[in-house]
C-alpha cells in the first residue's frame, strides 16, 4: 500500500511541466453550505465550480488552485470569523473568498487585514463592508446600486406613495435607506416602513400593516432563496395584488433560482439589478448553456451564481500574473481596476479608489416567456459605481 502510494507520488512529479516550480494556491471559501440558506450557498458553489471546470486549463503551466471549503451555516458572524481564523493559521490559504451575508463578512474583515490575506466577497452586498479592510475587493454588488437608482424609476412612473418592508439586518437597512433617499429627493413620499426579523419571519403582520396604509407599492428587501419565495406568496395570500399594490424592490426579492416557485403573483414585479438569466447578451446567453450542460436543463444560473463565477475569474487573474506566487499587496493592486467587457451580466470593473464593483443596473419586469417566469430586462443604467460611496465621499 505504501509502496503503491510512493510510485504513484514519482510519477506525479514527474508529470509536472519541465522548467516549471509545482505552485499551489490555497483558496478559502467561506459559504453557506447547510440551514435554511443551503440553497443560496449552493448557487454561489456553483458559480465557483463552473468558473473552474471552464479555465482550470488556463493556469500557467505547474500552478493549481486548491479550493478549501467551510460552511458557515448561515448568517452566523461567530462561526465565519472561527472559520477564517483556521484557515489563515491552520490551513495558510493565501486567499479568502465567498461570503453570502453581510455580518460574516464584517466578522472576517479584520482577520484579512491583520493577516494580510486579500479577500474577495463574491456575494455580501452591505455598502460599507469595502470601508472594513484595505484588503477587500468585492465582486458582488450593493444593495444601493440597485435600490437608489429603482426609486428614481418609481417616482418617474406614478408610484407616489411607497411603504418599505426590509429584513432587520445590513443590506436590508441600505435598502430602505437608498430607496426613501431617491425616492423622496424625487418627490415621493414614504408612508411607512417595517423592519422583519431576519430569522424564520412570518411576513403576515408587517405585510397586513402595509396594505392598510394604501400605498401605491410595497418596496421590499430580503434575501434571496426560500426566504424570497415566502414573502412573494404571502404578498399574494394577503391580496395586495388585488387592492391595486404594486410589489418593485432590489432583484433579490425575484431571485432566478426561486422564480418558479414564485407562482403568477410574481408577474409584473418591477426590479432594478445586476443580473438576469433571461438576458440575450451573447455572454450570457453562453453562459446559461454552460449552466444547463453541467447542472441540468432546467436549472436556472441566479445572481450569486454569477457572483462565484466572476470572483473566481478575478482570482484566477491575480493568482495567473503572480504565477502562482501570491503577494498581497500586489494582489490587491492586480484587484484594483480588474475588468471583464464580457462577465455574463455586461461589462465589469473592480473601483480602483474603493475597491467595490461597478457594474450595469437592469430595470427588469418578470414577465411569462415560453410558459416561465423570466426576469425581463427592459432598460439599462450603465456602469453604476455604489452610490453610498459617492454620495457620502467614502473610500
Ligand atoms: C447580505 O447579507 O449581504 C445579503 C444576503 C442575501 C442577499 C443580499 C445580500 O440576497
Same mark, same amino acid.
Request: proline letters at 7%; a positive charge; zero cysteines.
Given at each position: ?7 504513484? %507520488?514519482? #510519477? ?5 511541466? *519541465? =522548467?516549471?516550480?509545482?505552485? $499551489?494556491? @490555497?483558496?478559502?471559501? /467561506? ?83 491583520? %493577516?494580510? #490575506? ?5 456575494? *455580501? =452586498?452591505?455598502?460599507?463592508? $469595502?470601508? @472594513?479592510?484595505?484588503? /477587500? ?92 419565495? *415566502? ?165
Amino acid at each position: 500500500m505504501k509502496l503503491w502510494r510512493l510510485a504513484a %507520488a514519482i #510519477v506525479l512529479t514527474a508529470a509536472a511541466p *519541465a =522548467g516549471a516550480i509545482a505552485q $499551489t494556491v @490555497k483558496v478559502g471559501i /467561506i459559504n453557506t453550505y447547510s440551514g435554511p440558506f443551503a440553497g443560496v450557498g449552493e448557487q454561489l458553489d456553483r458559480g465557483i465550480r463552473l468558473y473552474m471546470m471552464q479555465h482550470e486549463k488556463d493556469l500557467p503551466a505547474g500552478v493549481k488552485i486548491e479550493l478549501i471549503r467551510r460552511d458557515d451555516t448561515g448568517p452566523n458572524p461567530e462561526v465565519a470569523k472561527r472559520l477564517a481564523q483556521e484557515l489563515i493559521t491552520r490551513d495558510h490559504v493565501q486567499l479568502l473568498a465567498g461570503v453570502v451575508f453581510t455580518p460574516n463578512a464584517l466578522a472576517i474583515a479584520p482577520l484579512a487585514t491583520e %493577516a494580510k #490575506v486579500p479577500f474577495v466577497i463574491m456575494n *455580501a =452586498g452591505t455598502s460599507m463592508i $469595502t470601508t @472594513k479592510s484595505p484588503y /477587500i475587493a468585492r465582486v458582488s454588488f450593493t444593495l444601493w446600486q440597485s435600490s437608489y437608482p429603482l426609486a428614481a424609476w418609481a417616482s418617474k412612473h406614478g408610484i407616489k406613495k411607497v411603504y418599505s418592508v426590509v429584513s432587520d439586518y445590513g443590506p436590508g437597512i441600505d435598502a430602505e435607506q437608498a430607496f426613501t433617499k431617491g425616492f423622496t429627493d424625487n418627490g415621493g413620499q414614504m408612508v411607512g416602513a417595517v423592519r422583519v426579523p431576519l430569522a424564520n419571519p412570518d411576513f403576515t403582520p408587517f405585510l397586513q400593516r402595509a396594505k392598510d396604509a394604501r400605498p401605491d407599492a410595497v418596496f421590499a428587501f430580503v434575501p434571496a432563496g426560500k426566504e424570497a419565495t *415566502a414573502l412573494m406568496k404571502t404578498f399574494g395570500d394577503l391580496g395586495l395584488r388585488q387592492a391595486g399594490i404594486r410589489l418593485i424592490g432590489p432583484g433579490d426579492i425575484t431571485t432566478d433560482e426561486e422564480l418558479q416557485n414564485m407562482g403568477d403573483v410574481a408577474l409584473g414585479v418591477v426590479t432594478m439589478f445586476h443580473y438576469s438569466a433571461a438576458a440575450t447578451r451573447p455572454a450570457n446567453v453562453a453562459f446559461v448553456k454552460a449552466y444547463k450542460a453541467a447542472f441540468g436543463p432546467t436549472q436556472e444560473p441566479s445572481f450569486e451564481v454569477v457572483g462565484g463565477y466572476d470572483g473566481m475569474a478575478a482570482i484566477f487573474h491575480v493568482v495567473a500574473a503572480q504565477k502562482g506566487r501570491i503577494d498581497p499587496d500586489r494582489t490587491m493592486a492586480l484587484l484594483k481596476g480588474w475588468k471583464d467587457a464580457n462577465s455574463p451580466r455586461g461589462p465589469i470593473y473592480i473601483d480602483p479608489r474603493t475597491r467595490d464593483i461597478v457594474q450595469n443596473e437592469y430595470l427588469r419586469r418578470v414577465e411569462a416567456v415560453n410558459g416561465q417566469l423570466a426576469n425581463v430586462e427592459l432598460e439599462t443604467i450603465p456602469m453604476v459605481k455604489d452610490p453610498w460611496k459617492e454620495l457620502n465621499h467614502q473610500k
